[in-house]
């Protein structure tokens, strides 16, 4: 029975899926992963060894078992911890220890790919001027390995050395070497950083890859793929494993550990847990607040839990969280049908079709040998009936094989990259299908290969995409910003199946695939903010992120009851503005640390998360988390009740020195807003001024209200978001 429990447990572990059931139902009180905290390292560490610091604290609790068995990891570069398995007892011990900051258990984290994970069940509800500058910058990505041999991590066009400030290494294993490109390497899973997966190639190449000629999906969106930051450097730190396995906190926080130690200048991460976290539960949200304070900016995604509102991942204020969005180019794949009709669906099909068109077939004929229902959704199969024909399937297949190919109803679970000759049709179309079958004496139809076409209504967030408002913090807007996510083309691992997860009966091998999420998103806005640290090597992660939301391209709702910046925040980021914001919003370390003392967070979460001690001064005042100097505005107020919210801000001058700019506010019926004073003028860069917006009204009913204000000087046009929910 326990042995059984722990199947099941383990098995909703590894796919991330339903963690807070397993864990309500685990009553065994056997050793499991266990962060221990102890805040940072002491200053001079000549005579410390924190390996044997953290081996003499397990010694402690552990009653005579050999504490080196338990240990699992010792952070020790950048923060002082250790990762070890502990029974609850011994973890309630630790605790107590001095020292000690926090002990808690390690989570499972998923990457943030495609809703190919529910393919295999896994339910998703439980990515040449500027050589110099850019080639002395390093792209930290925290991921699935990356494939080094791949022609979009080559350092053919790199000429210069690495950089001096460089102090990580190529430590990734057997036969895996690093060049002037791909520069650092380590890994916490496997026995190598080598990518099986193929998630981190994809997500380092739209980032900082080569440009690369020629490059497609059998032939599908087939042309030059290419990063952000074609010059600049990368460095992998693999952390989530072959397979299933997700990635752990433990193995997040060593990469960040070392990442900031090895002087990476963005770190980009398409990782995110299964539902919104707690900052002081969330290492992605610790990892990154030491990485700020070591002014490295953490890009990260917003999460595939979409459209469902609050689903938005990595909230912490001090990181850059993206969307995903769809490009003017669409992938589509035809079906011609014996009676000529032509319909089009969405599955990237990479089959040839030889121009001939084969019968339709329902999965079990017209056979009573399973129940109708079953026998729809194709969980019953006639391998005789079906051979070589064409089936129709209500939901997607689970076989591989056999079938000339299959017409899939579009539902919530689909595979973009089939395995067999497979088009997804809109229901309409489906059932078109379907009737014509049932009155057609032979009824027949052709699978073309996909194709590309435009698409005129992109940028649209993606579905997929996790949606505001900020469930951990609703004053601070979430996501940041969108980019692209849907389709995109990237290197890839050849040891992986196209498809993305260990497959047997899948034996294709690509350099090149096609994915979408917003794991991809991330890592088009981590090659934006290395492109502005480019230009603006001094800047802080904040300033950076900043010039990066108020230059962002507004986008449009994708249907009426979508608020828009919920899904988009300040909209598309927009490379070539972000450079010359003329404006930022700065915050520095006591910024975000006041605000968590805003929030009513106590001294014991803020050491954890910041280790500050004791940093609080009075009582918490929830009024003045607004006051943070965020790029963007949000507000929770509650319907009928009357409220006049004030949102103070700071900008620093960084385009023109004597420069005057006039706000210009989106007015709304339902609410005035003002900005005081309206008028900012600068006599000098690197000059701040401040501003409050202050807004006034009474909501009658639940509505989220939007609007936003512009600073215009003439040439640039710095915008922010204003977005009230009434709730
Ligand atoms: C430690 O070991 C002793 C002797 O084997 C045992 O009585 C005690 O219950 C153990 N304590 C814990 C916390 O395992
Ligand atoms: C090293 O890895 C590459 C890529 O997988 C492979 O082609 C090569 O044979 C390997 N070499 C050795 C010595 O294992
Ligand atoms: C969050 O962390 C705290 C201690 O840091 C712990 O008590 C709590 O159980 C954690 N919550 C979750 C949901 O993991
Ligand atoms: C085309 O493919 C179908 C089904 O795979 C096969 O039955 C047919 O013989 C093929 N036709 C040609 C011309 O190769
Ligand atoms: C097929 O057509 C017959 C007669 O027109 C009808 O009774 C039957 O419901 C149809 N079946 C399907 C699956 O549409
Ligand atoms: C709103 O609050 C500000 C202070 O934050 C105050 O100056 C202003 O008078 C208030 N407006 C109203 C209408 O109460
Ligand atoms: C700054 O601009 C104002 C108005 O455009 C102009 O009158 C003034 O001379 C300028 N000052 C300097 C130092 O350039
Ligand atoms: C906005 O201000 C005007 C003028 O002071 C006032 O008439 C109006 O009622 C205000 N609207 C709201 C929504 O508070």
């Known amino acids: 029975m326990v042995k059984h429990n722990f199947l099941v447990c383990s098995v909703v572990i590894a796919i991330a899926s339903m963690l807070s059931i397993c864990d309500a139902n685990n009553n065994d009180d056997g050793p499991k992963l266990h962060i221990v905290y102890l805040g940072s390292l002491p200053e001079t560490t000549n005579s410390y060894s924190p390996t044997s610091h953290h081996l003499n604290m397990l010694q402690q609790v552990l009653n005579g078992s050999n504490p080196t068995k338990s240990l699992v990891r010792s952070y020790k570069r950048s923060f002082n911890g250790f990762a070890a398995m502990l029974t609850n007892e011994q973890a309630a011990k630790l605790i107590e220890m001095e020292g000690v900051v926090s002990v808690f258990p390690s989570k499972t984290l998923q990457t943030q790919t495609t809703r190919s994970w529910d393919f295999l069940g896994l339910p998703i509800k439980a990515a040449k001027k500027q050589q110099s500058t850019e080639s002395n910058l390093v792209v930290g990505v925290i991921d699935t390995g990356i494939w080094p041999e791949s022609e979009s991590f080559s350092d053919e066009d790199i000429n210069d ?25 380590r890994f916490y899973v496997d026995d190598s950083a080598r990518d099986s997966h193929g998630h981190g190639s994809h997500t380092a190449s739209i980032a900082a890859g080569n440009n690369v000629d020629n490059a497609g999906f059998y032939g599908i969106a087939q042309g030059t793929v290419r990063g952000a930051v074609p010059y600049a450097r990368i460095a992998a730190y693999k952390v989530c494993g072959t397979g299933f396995f997700g990635c752990d906190d433990h193995d997040i926080l060593a990469a960040f550990d070392d990442a900031i130690a090895d002087g990476v200048d963005i770190i980009s991460i398409s990782i995110g847990f299964i539902r919104p976290l707690n900052l002081e539960n969330d290492s992605i949200a610790i990892g990154s607040f030491h990485a700020m304070v070591k002014r490295v900016l953490v890009v990260s995604a917003a999460g595939n839990l979409g459209p469902k509102l609050g689903s938005v991942l990595n909230v912490a204020p001090w990181m850059l969280s993206v969307a995903a969005n769809t490009i003017d180019r669409k992938i589509i794949d035809k079906v011609i049908l014996g009676n000529r009709k032509v319909l089009t669906g969405s599955s990237i099909n990479p089959f040839e079709s030889n121009g001939t068109k084969i019968p339709i077939a329902l999965s079990n004929g017209d056979s009573d040998k399973c129940p109708k229902e079953e026998a729809d959704k ?136 096609i994915l979408s999420g917003t794991s991809m998103a991330c890592p088009h806005v981590s090659g934006i903010a290395t492109y502005v640290k480019s230009f603006h090597p001094d800047w802080s992660p904040a300033a950076i992120k900043s010039a990066i939301l108020t230059s962002a391209k507004p986008m449009v709702s994708s249907s009426v009851d979508d608020v828009g910046e919920y899904a988009y925040g300040s909209g598309q980021a927009n490379p070539i503005q972000a450079i010359n914001p003329g404006l930022v919003y700065d915050i520095n370390k006591g910024d975000y640390v006041q605000m968590l003392c805003n929030l009513g967070y106590d001294n014991g979460k803020i050491k954890l998360i910041t280790e500050e001690i004791n940093p609080c001064k009075g009582a918490a005042d929830r009024s003045l988390v607004t006051n943070l100097n965020y790029p963007s505005f949000a507000v929770q107020v509650r319907p009928k009740v009357p409220f006049n919210i004030s949102f103070s801000r700071t900008v620093t001058n960084v385009g023109l020195a004597n420069s005057s700019y006039g706000v210009t506010i989106t007015p709304v019926p339902e609410v005035n807003i003002t900005v005081t004073p309206s008028v900012l003028s600068f006599k000098a860069l690197d000059e701040k001024k401040s501003f409050v917006l202050n807004v006034i009204g009474k909501i009658p009913r639940t509505n989220v209200v939007t609007s936003s204000i512009v600073w215009l000087d003439g040439s640039h046009h710095v915008r922010s978001p204003i977005v009230i929910d009434v709730s």
């Open 161 to 185: 050395p690495v950089p001096k400030k460089w102090k990580g290494t190529c430590a990734g294993g057997k036969n895996f070497t690093c060049n002037k490109k791909l520069i650092g390497a």
């Open 378 to 513: 194709c969980g019953c199969l006639d391998e005789i009936l079906v051979k070589g024909k064409i089936v129709l399937c209500d939901n997607y297949p689970s076989f591989r094989d056999g079938v000339g190919g299959v017409i899939v109803k579009e539902g919530d679970t689909f595979l973009r990259i089939p395995f067999l000759p497979l088009l997804t049709l809109s229901e309409k179309d489906y059932e078109f299908v379907k009737s014509y079958k049932n009155s057609t004496k032979d009824p027949r139809a052709e699978i073309l290969k996909s194709e590309t076409t435009r698409d005129d209504d992109a940028p649209k967030v993606a579905a997929f995409s996790s949606r505001g408002p900020n469930p951990i913090i609703p004053e601070i807007l979430k996501p940041d910003v969108s980019a692209p996510g849907v389709d995109i083309l990237a290197a890839y691992s050849p040891i992986s199946s196209p498809t993305g997860f260990p497959d047997e009966s899948d034996k294709r091998s690509v350099n090149y695939d």
